[in-house]
């Protein structure tokens, strides 16, 4: 007896819609297009769940941090939950605010965030940050501390603090193989 076929109808929407969003934009100091990391992130979170609103939340998790995509979009587009997870995941800026310094108190915020979210945002959160980590670690390798200076935020203990506490606060996800590699980069980086 053949399987049925799997319905991604909503993923592919969502890829398509990120894929517009970002399009023409470049991963910071990367030289690829932006779109490789919430691809990634889908990725990452497909190890652990094959909840197509959560694989749709991690193709989109960047569209209202980093485009003009609102919350309200990703809702009439994907509906309450796929936005309510795009929402979390989200950092919020202050108006006439120089990133570099609200950045701190966006991280704890974030920290804040997880340390209360359900299972299913931590996935998505996850995926992201893993995504991130995978790049600290490849590009620190390779640049050494000189790496720090491509952020606003240049101080290697900021960044130690800020994917510490994320770990902290996505624990519950301890027993999956992205936590496990989250964990492992984390302190392979900041050791």
């Known amino acids: ?28 100091g990367k030289g690829f297009p932006y779109i490789v990391h919430p691809m990634e992130a889908v990725s990452i979170v497909a190890t652990m769940t ?13 569209t209202v941090e980093d485009t003009e995509v ?10 309450d939950r796929i936005a309510a997870l795009v929402a979390e995941e989200s950092d919020t800026f202050e108006e006439g605010v120089p990133q570099e310094k609200s950045w701190h ?30 790049a600290i670690a490849r590009d620190y390798t390779l640049q050494g ?3 720090w200076n491509l ?12 994917y510490r ?10 027993d999956t193989f992205a936590y496990q590699e989250f964990e492992r980069l984390i302190d392979q980086v900041f050791a």
């Not at 609102?70 to 509906?79: L, M």
């Not at 506490?165 to 301890?174: F, H, I, M, T």
């Open 165 to 174: 506490g994320l770990a902290e606060a996505l624990r519950e996800l301890d």
């Open 50 to 62: 094959a909840d197509q609103e959560l694989l749709a939340a991690a193709a989109l998790h960047d």
């Open 151 to 162: 952020f606003h935020v240049k101080e290697r203990s900021e960044h130690e603090w800020h």
């Open 105 to 134: 108190c966006r991280k704890q915020a974030a920290i804040d965030r997880m340390t209360r979210a359900s299972r299913e945002a931590k996935m998505v959160a996850l995926g992201d940050k893993l995504s991130n980590m995978r």
């Open 145 to 147: 501390d000189d790496f």
């Open 70 to 79: 609102t919350v309200e979009q990703i809702r009439a587009e994907f509906g």
């Open 1 to 28: 007896m053949a399987n049925s076929p799997l319905n991604t109808e909503l993923l592919d929407r969502a890829l398509i819609f990120a894929v517009h969003a970002h399009a023409g934009t470049e991963r910071r």
